[in-house]
């Protein structure tokens, strides 16, 4: 009995792996190392000290975690932010990873819970833009991760059900989003259904499910 259930569960998982044709793929953590850039930027609009900004708001909602500090949205995205953005950093092998997932014939896109101004100048800095089809941001839908709302969205927009996408990100409210929408986890330096510490490492997880 266990052996025809455990074969009964290979074979969906190799049939949903073959069905891959989308990666959605969180910003912060994940394609840039921004945290720096966030803390200087909170710490500019309400004061609040590294522990406070580690354990409440990073990986939130940015709309939410505005309302909460009393920012102006505007204010904070256009002047306050891009005063700190000599903190962002491409994170290695970003470039050569989305390159490859393309000519793999993947559809792309980004999924984070920044604002859409702030996500654009982000994008656009590193020239990151040309290699998604869809970019949806805390703007876009009404809730943010954890919450699938933006998974959905985002695999609506390209085109895709959600079992056919691969969701990646860095934070609990990543894995937990795709997994509500239906989607393979593969969690950035933590759990997942699958675990990478290098983004060059993606390509080669995917390319694997395709083929098993």
Same mark, same amino acid.
């Given at each position: ?45 309400? %004061? ?45 092998? *970003? ?48 809730? %943010? ?20 996408? *691969? ?46």
């Amino acid at each position: 009995m266990e052996e025809r259930e455990e074969r009964a569960a290979k074979d969906t998982r190799q049939h949903r792996n073959k069905l891959i044709k989308a990666v959605l793929l969180d910003m912060d953590g994940v394609l840039v190392k921004s945290k720096e850039a966030w803390f200087r930027a909170f710490k500019e609009t309400a %004061g609040v000290e590294r522990e406070t900004f580690d354990t409440r708001y990073w990986g939130r909602d940015l709309n939410k975690n505005l309302a909460e500090i009393g920012g102006d949205r505007v204010h904070f995205c256009e002047v306050v932010f891009p005063r700190h953005s000599d903190a962002v950093e491409i994170m290695g092998g *970003v470039d050569e990873a989305l390159k490859q997932l393309r000519e793999a014939g993947l559809s792309l896109a980004v999924i984070t819970n920044t604002t859409e101004k702030c996500t654009r100048q982000i994008l656009s800095g590193f020239g990151l833009e040309r290699y998604f089809q869809t970019v949806v941001t805390s703007d876009t839908v009404s809730r %943010g991760k954890p919450n699938p709302e933006m998974v959905i969205h985002a695999c609506n927009a390209l085109g895709v059900e959600p079992r056919e996408a *691969v969701v990646v990100g860095d934070s609990e409210e990543d894995m937990s989003a795709g997994k509500s929408a239906g989607c393979y986890t593969v969690g950035f330096k933590i759990e997942g259904d699958d675990r990478i510490k290098d983004l060059r490492e993606l390509p080669q997880i995917i390319t694997a499910m395709r083929n098993e």
